[in-house]
């Protein structure tokens, strides 16, 4: 079956610098990549998804990038700010979604 | 529009009890997903109904069980807890199964705690 694992499991970052997190699958099937933020004592969102047949996708302050060929993709989160503390996972749709194990991400003003 | 509802929020029991946990879709949805989150760790799928058939299992051994009802809403149960059924379960709908599945939306799920 599908096997996602995600990098770092914590990062901490100053308020305005970048935060990127990666993860990789090893079945090449899969084909929608969806990334999810989940505050403390909250359900997870979904906060951006990319698809197999593009390579990057952004929004705002939010880009996901994919690796096809290498199966792994990756979110960029730009001037951080207090408001992105929270753990973030990515996930992999094999049928089902199958999820990382999580970045608890740390954004300090 | 209302959103994927679960019930209870928190509940208690001890290990050999069973337990029931329920689920809304959100409206217009016909697929309901299980997950498990244990403490630290990502949502691990149970399984999925769509339109009130069982339509993919994980790792999860046969006392825990599902139901999914004709106006698509859907239960848990888990028989003889053990201790480490302790865990946040988050139901999420879609509008849809499998590769066409869309975007899952998660209710805020129930903890259970296993004494």
């Known amino acids: 079956g599908e096997n996602v694992e995600q990098h770092p499991s914590t990062l901490s970052v100053q308020e305005g610098d970048s935060a990127v997190i990666k993860c990789t699958y090893s079945?090449?099937?899969?084909?929608?990549f969806p990334w999810y933020k989940q505050e403390l004592g909250k359900r997870p969102q979904l906060i951006i998804d990319?698809?197999?047949?593009?390579g990057e996708k952004k929004d705002q302050r939010i880009a996901v990038t994919l690796n096809k060929t290498a199966k792994h993709f990756s979110l960029h989160i730009t001037e951080t700010q207090p408001e992105d503390s929270a753990v973030y996972f990515c996930?992999?749709?094999?049928?089902?979604?199958?999820f990382g194990a999580g970045t608890r991400l740390a954004v300090h003003p | 529009e209302t959103g994927v509802t679960q019930s209870p929020t928190h509940l208690i029991k001890t290990r050999g009890q069973q337990v029931t946990l329920r689920c809304s879709s959100q409206?217009?949805?016909?697929?309901v997903s299980w997950y498990q989150q244990a403490l630290g760790q990502g949502p691990q799928f149970i399984f999925q109904?769509?339109?009130?058939?069982?339509?993919g299992r994980g790792n999860f051994p046969p006392r825990f069980s599902g139901l999914q009802f004709p106006n698509y809403s859907s239960e848990l149960n888990v028989n003889a807890l053990e201790l480490d059924d302790s865990a946040l379960y988050l139901c999420?709908?879609?509008?849809?199964?499998?590769?066409?599945?869309?975007?899952?939306?998660f209710g805020e799920g129930s903890r259970l705690t296993v004494l």
């Open positions: 079945d090449s099937a899969s084909n929608y």
């Open positions: 409206s217009g949805h016909n697929t």
């Open positions: 999420a709908s879609s509008l849809a199964a499998g590769e066409s599945a869309g975007e899952l939306f």
């Open positions: 996930a992999v749709r094999e049928g089902k979604l199958i």
């Open positions: 990319i698809r197999s047949n593009v």
């Open positions: 109904y769509y339109r009130e058939e069982e339509n």
